[in-house]
């Protein structure tokens, strides 16, 4: 395992002060922009990336959080798509097996629904060949007994069997920052809170460089680099448009949104992949504590920093969950948190927001800056590699240095010290019996194992020097130690919603421990008492806003 680096905010200004040239400067701190850096540095690059909000603040902290296939995407015969993606599925879990977590899929069949049994027989027969899907993961078809097996809540009525697939669930936040920390391993700098608010360009007009503005430090400073990567998710055009190169294609957003029930009231004993009246398809995914369903899929023209849940987008879910599991029967009371986020697609007139490709596309303007955009979660490495390699191209033409080829497939992300799944259930285990002594949980050790991988044995060791009497807070304290060590955060915002993911997955701890966490990251990162009261305030704005839908 990669020892963690030295990735703190309390280094900021000595990060700032040496950044002066780099070979690539990478715009954007989501999953893009996170493993664009990590393949660049690993090829020989220096490369800073720059993000103007918390890593993973966009669409990256916001998505289904699966690592799938896209079988909708056979529908539209994107083949390419679905053989790319598909393969990724596998990669992406050899890399990190404790954070992408092998998940089987139940694909409903109900009469007069989306997929009928012959075409979904063939369609995920097809899926299997171009995802390369081998062993017990390939498809199974099932009758109706066995699907309700598997699945009790499904309707007795209508159901005439189901089809059973394999796919990946991740945190795609946690997904960000190990592939940010492992960039750093190859020499990479990362900057939070760091927007890029203009760019610089030599006397032949070309770009050398960007204007950054210090979200924590104030004031500004500039960078100069013989590249500039535009991987900004949904901002992607603001910065062809401040570049004066936003012509052509253009991006056409979509909302997502999700909601999140405790699991008690959505207790699915596993995921399920289901139609709606209107022809579009849900998952119902559940994550310890919590089951979580989504995703809608509509045209977003709003504010892109204020992307919330509207009471619309809830009432349309809950009536989706409840025609498909009628012994459920859940309320707008029965929501504890969601998560709305932008999907960055690339433009096709006449089609709707459903219908549009998540291929990924790069835009390359006269001055050399180079803009990606579109994609998926499970595509973000091969869309790195793909942007990567324009680079490598000039770079070897007009440097005349050659960098070496794409390895990202073969880099173990920060955190993995496994091999196997197996390996990961082993040592979950391990942590269980380790804290269950403690007054802790199996549900804690999963929670850590999965969060962190084998970095879990450095916060234990916090975990065991410190002295509380609440174990649970004793343990989230050593999180948060390590989170402002290694991961560079700057608030409790950062921690609770981003590192740990508690807004979405356990938002009752928030309401438990906010003034404690807030008062600790004031201790760690001397901050006032006037900044502290204003985290909780802002913490408790979030929880309110991700809970709460009035009429």
Same mark, same amino acid.
Request: proline share 3%; charged share 25%; with cysteine.
């Given at each position: 395992?990669?020892?963690?680096?030295?990735?703190?905010?309390?280094?900021?200004?000595?990060?700032?002060?040496?950044?002066?040239?780099?070979?690539?400067?990478?715009?954007?701190?989501?999953?893009?922009?996170?493993?664009?850096?990590?393949?660049?540095?690993?090829?020989?690059?220096?490369?800073?990336?720059?993000?103007?909000?918390?890593?993973?603040?966009?669409?990256?902290?916001?998505?289904?959080?699966?690592?799938?296939?896209?079988?909708?995407?056979?529908?539209?015969?994107?083949?390419?798509?679905?053989?790319?993606?598909?393969?990724?599925?596998?990669?992406?879990?050899?890399?990190?097996?404790?954070?992408?977590? /092998?998940?089987?899929?139940?694909?409903?069949?109900?009469?007069?629904?989306?997929?009928?049994?012959?075409?979904?027989?063939?369609?995920?027969?097809?899926?299997?060949?171009?995802?390369?899907?081998?062993?017990?993961?390939?498809?199974?078809?099932?009758?109706?007994?066995?699907?309700?097996?598997?699945?009790?809540?499904?309707?007795?009525?209508?159901?005439?069997?189901?089809?059973?697939?394999?796919?990946?669930?991740?945190?795609?936040?946690?997904?960000?920052?190990?592939?940010?920390?492992?960039?750093?391993?190859?020499?990479?700098?990362?900057?939070?809170?760091?927007?890029?608010?203009? %760019?610089?360009?030599?006397?032949?007009?070309?770009?050398?460089?960007?204007?950054?503005?210090?979200?924590?430090?104030?004031?500004?400073?500039?960078?100069?680099?013989?590249?500039?990567?535009?991987?900004?998710?949904?901002?992607?055009?603001?910065?062809?448009?401040?570049?004066?190169?936003?012509?052509?294609?253009?991006?056409?957003?979509?909302?997502?949104?999700?909601?999140?029930?405790?699991?008690?009231?959505? /207790?699915?004993?596993?995921?399920?992949?289901?139609?709606?009246?209107?022809?579009?398809?849900?998952?119902?995914?559940?994550?310890?504590?919590?089951?979580?369903?989504?995703?809608?899929?509509?045209?977003?023209?709003?504010?892109?920093?204020?992307?919330?849940?509207?009471?619309?987008?809830?009432?349309?879910?809950?009536?989706?969950?409840?025609?498909?599991?009628?012994?459920?029967?859940?309320?707008?009371?029965?929501?504890?948190?969601?998560?709305?986020?932008?999907?960055?697609?690339?433009?096709?007139?006449?089609?709707?927001?459903?219908?549009?490709?998540?291929?990924?596309?790069? %835009?390359?303007?006269?001055?050399?800056?180079?803009?990606?955009?579109?994609?998926?979660?499970?595509?973000?490495?091969?869309?790195?590699?793909?942007?990567?390699?324009?680079?490598?191209?000039?770079?070897?033409?007009?440097?005349?240095?050659?960098?070496?080829?794409?390895?990202?497939?073969?880099?173990?992300?920060?955190?993995?010290?496994?091999?196997?799944?197996?390996?990961?259930?082993?040592?979950?285990?391990?942590?269980?019996?380790?804290?269950? /002594?403690?007054?802790?949980?199996?549900?804690?050790?999963?929670?850590?194992?999965?969060?962190?991988?084998?970095?879990?044995?450095?916060?234990?060791?916090?975990?065991?020097?410190?002295?509380?009497?609440? /174990?649970?807070?004793?343990?989230?304290?050593?999180?948060?130690?390590?989170?402002?060590?290694?991961?560079?955060?700057?608030?409790?915002?950062?921690?609770?919603?981003?590192?740990?993911?508690?807004?979405? %997955?356990?938002?009752?701890?928030?309401?438990?421990?906010?003034?404690?966490?807030?008062?600790?990251?004031?201790?760690?990162?001397?901050?006032?008492?006037?900044?502290?009261?204003?985290?909780?305030?802002?913490?408790?704005?979030?929880?309110?806003?991700?809970?709460?839908?009035?009429?």
């Amino acid at each position: 395992m990669l020892n963690p680096v030295s990735f703190s905010a309390l280094n900021r200004s000595e990060d700032i002060a040496n950044l002066k040239e780099v070979d690539l400067v990478v715009i954007g701190g989501g999953i893009t922009g996170a493993g664009i850096a990590l393949d660049a540095a690993s090829r020989g690059l220096s490369v800073v990336l720059l993000e103007k909000g918390d890593f993973a603040s966009g669409t990256s902290s916001k998505s289904t959080k699966l690592i799938h296939g896209g079988l909708r995407y056979l529908k539209q015969f994107d083949f390419w798509l679905v053989k790319e993606v598909g393969s990724e599925r596998a990669i992406v879990h050899k890399l990190a097996p404790h954070l992408v977590l /092998p998940e089987k899929m139940l694909l409903p069949l109900i009469e007069g629904g989306s997929y009928g049994k012959w075409l979904t027989s063939i369609g995920l027969k097809v899926y299997d060949i171009l995802a390369q899907v081998s062993g017990d993961d390939k498809r199974r078809m099932l009758e109706k007994k066995e699907a309700l097996q598997l699945e009790p809540l499904l309707p007795k009525k209508g159901l005439k069997g189901a089809g059973y697939y394999a796919e990946y669930r991740t945190d795609d936040s946690r997904l960000t920052i190990e592939n940010i920390k492992t960039a750093l391993h190859f020499g990479a700098k990362a900057l939070n809170y760091a927007e890029v608010t203009d %760019f610089l360009y030599g006397t032949d007009g070309q770009l050398s460089g960007v204007v950054v503005s210090d979200g924590i430090g104030g004031g500004s400073f500039e960078i100069t680099s013989r590249y500039v990567i535009n991987a900004a998710g949904p901002w992607v055009d603001e910065l062809r448009s401040v570049n004066q190169s936003k012509k052509g294609k253009r991006l056409h957003l979509t909302k997502g949104v999700h909601l999140v029930f405790p699991h008690e009231k959505l /207790p699915v004993k596993q995921s399920v992949y289901f139609d709606v009246p209107d022809g579009r398809m849900i998952f119902a995914i559940p994550r310890g504590k919590i089951t979580y369903v989504g995703t809608t899929d509509t045209t977003y023209n709003a504010d892109k920093d204020e992307v919330h849940t509207d009471l619309a987008d809830a009432i349309y879910l809950i009536a989706a969950v409840n025609n498909m599991f009628p012994s459920i029967e859940l309320e707008m009371s029965d929501i504890i948190s969601s998560w709305a986020g932008l999907r960055p697609l690339i433009h096709e007139e006449g089609k709707s927001a459903s219908e549009l490709s998540r291929k990924d596309e790069i %835009f390359t303007s006269d001055s050399g800056l180079i803009s990606i955009a579109g994609g998926k979660l499970t595509g973000y490495r091969k869309m790195a590699e793909r942007v990567v390699n324009r680079i490598a191209e000039d770079f070897e033409e007009f440097e005349g240095r050659e960098l070496k080829a794409c390895t990202t497939d073969q880099i173990p992300l920060n955190g993995s010290d496994f091999t196997k799944f197996k390996q990961v259930s082993k040592y979950i285990a391990q942590v269980q019996a380790r804290l269950e /002594p403690e007054g802790l949980t199996a549900y804690d050790a999963w929670f850590l194992v999965t969060n962190y991988g084998k970095q879990t044995d450095r916060i234990l060791r916090i975990f065991s020097d410190l002295k509380d009497p609440d /174990p649970y807070w004793r343990l989230m304290k050593a999180e948060l130690h390590f989170a402002l060590d290694h991961e560079m955060i700057h608030n409790p915002m950062d921690f609770l919603i981003r590192r740990t993911g508690r807004l979405y %997955f356990d938002i009752e701890s928030i309401g438990k421990y906010l003034e404690k966490v807030a008062e600790e990251c004031a201790l760690r990162l001397n901050a006032s008492a006037g900044v502290m009261s204003g985290w909780v305030a802002e913490m408790k704005l979030q929880i309110k806003q991700h809970s709460s839908f009035e009429l």
